[in-house]
């Protein structure tokens, strides 16, 4: 019977820090045997196995008994988790965003085969998961060396001497959400009549110009230009069909927030593209001098760095497209959660 | 409204109080067991994972003072309250009193 208590005690102990081991250990003990002793004389009876085993149940489990004598222990505590948590959010968002860009880019880049868009899908998922267990990983490791580090920090915030005036204002945003109808109507029409065109004249888009009594075309856009056809169909049609939800809806809606979003990764992957592959313009030294225009090879040298900067332009305003819309979606919605629960 | 409710709050409300419980039978030393055993027959059951850590923290905090004697060939370790223990002691009484008297007369004007 006594084996037993020995066992449990050392069970006890084991979970416990070294320095106070010993002295916690000698005074379970000693309780232990007071409460054996009570207990023969309340039951009239020897102390046994059976008895002990009573006794040490009620005494509680290992585990419970050594976290009593311990100080609550945080990995990340209360203090900190509120901001972890945004953090983490952040940093997650932040990582989808890259990976959906980085999926539409690999789709794009895999061409047209059905085979290798679903293999560049299947890699983008497993590579996104990858990415966001490290990101996890990181801001774990990060908060834990503050959590553990820098006690002070943590002090600051229940500071006595906080001012009761530096709390920030309640500002009430302007209604971002509100969708006008015209954009709608415009961006619709406007996108029809240029799919059309595109798609079915796409040699009307040239510049013109009369030879020998007749109208002669040099074609704006190249080859190159023709292959992101189906890829900037299904950008367009994306769109259209966002603005036709935001015009039944009349607001935007964290569904077509997420919509914007697909639509800016695929407009941005389709820059990345065309910035990164074969010219899409296709006029060239020899059409230009056929024209009689003065310095050829410098007009088709200006004409393909505009077009340049026209992409990288669009690249960073998608960007910036995208991230504003994430903030949207993820700061303003609960701003304004917390100003309807405060009226 | 639920036992566990009436148990939880009920639990909370003593909880309040234990340590100036403690303190107050610490004029004489006491060992854990007997502590607990002394506590209960005046009705404040304490469940053992928190009386005796809390008189480790005590301790620590200097509001106790602790010896370990050999009895009966066992070793116990016999807990007092220190001069500072007795300080605290006196304002926590205060407290309580004060306490008391304004519950009382807040649950008798929601009585009435």
Redesign the interface.
């Given at each position: 019977m006594m084996n037993l208590i020995d066992r449990y005690v050392a069970d006890v102990g084991r979970r416990l820090p070294e320095q106070s081991r010993a002295d916690i250990e000698k005074e379970i003990r000693s309780t232990l045997e007071d409460m054996l002793e009570d207990r023969s004389v309340s039951d009239e009876r020897p102390i046994d196995e059976n008895m002990t085993a009573e006794v040490l149940k009620e005494f509680g489990h290992p585990a419970k008994v050594a976290a009593s004598y311990l100080p609550e222990r945080y990995l990340i505590g209360p203090q900190l988790y509120p901001h972890f948590l945004k953090v983490v959010k952040i940093s997650l968002v932040v990582a989808l965003g890259v990976a959906l860009i980085r999926m539409i880019v690999g789709i794009v880049q895999a061409g047209p085969e059905v085979g290798t868009i679903i293999e560049s899908i299947v890699e983008s998922f497993l590579s996104s998961g990858g990415i966001a267990i490290s990101i996890l990983g990181n801001v774990v490791l990060v908060f834990a060396v503050i959590e553990w580090a820098l006690p002070n920090i943590k002090e600051e915030e229940k500071s006595e001497e906080w001012d009761p005036r530096s709390l920030p204002e309640i500002t009430i945003t302007p209604d971002t959400d509100k969708v006008s109808t015209a954009d709608q109507i415009g961006t619709i029409i406007f996108t029809v009549i240029v799919m059309l065109v595109l798609n079915l004249y796409p040699q009307v888009i040239g510049i013109w110009f009369p030879r020998d009594g007749e109208w002669m075309s040099i074609p704006v856009f190249s080859e190159a230009f023709l292959r992101y056809l189906p890829w900037i169909n299904i950008l367009w049609t994306l769109e259209m069909t966002q603005a036709l939800i935001l015009l039944r809806e009349g607001r935007w809606q964290p569904g077509t927030r997420w919509l914007s979003i697909v639509v800016d990764a695929v407009g941005l992957a389709l820059t990345y593209a065309m910035l990164t592959g074969p010219s899409i313009i296709g006029i060239t030294t020899a059409n230009l001098q056929a024209l009689g225009v003065p310095n050829p090879t410098m007009m088709v040298g200006l004409i393909n760095a505009g077009v340049s900067i026209g992409l990288i332009v669009s690249f960073i305003v998608q960007a910036f497209e995208i991230i504003m819309t994430l903030y949207r979606l993820y700061f303003k919605g609960k701003k304004l959660e917390t100003l309807l629960m405060l009226g | 409204m639920t036992n566990d409710m009436l148990e939880n709050t009920v639990l909370e409300l003593r909880r309040g109080v234990i340590v100036l419980a403690v303190l107050s039978q610490l004029g004489k030393e006491q060992?854990?067991?007997?502590l607990l055993?002394l506590l209960s027959e005046q009705g404040l059951e304490i469940d053992?994972?928190?009386l005796?850590?809390l008189l480790?923290r005590l301790e620590a905090q200097g509001l106790l003072q602790s010896v370990?004697k050999l009895e009966e060939a066992?070793?116990?370790?016999y807990y007092v309250i220190s001069p500072e223990g007795t300080q605290l002691l006196t304002r926590l009484k205060e407290e309580w009193n004060g306490i008391v008297v304004m519950m009382g007369a807040m649950l008798e004007r929601s009585q009435s």
């Open positions: - | 060992y854990g067991y007997s055993k053992q994972g928190t005796y850590p480790r370990w066992r070793p116990r370790r």
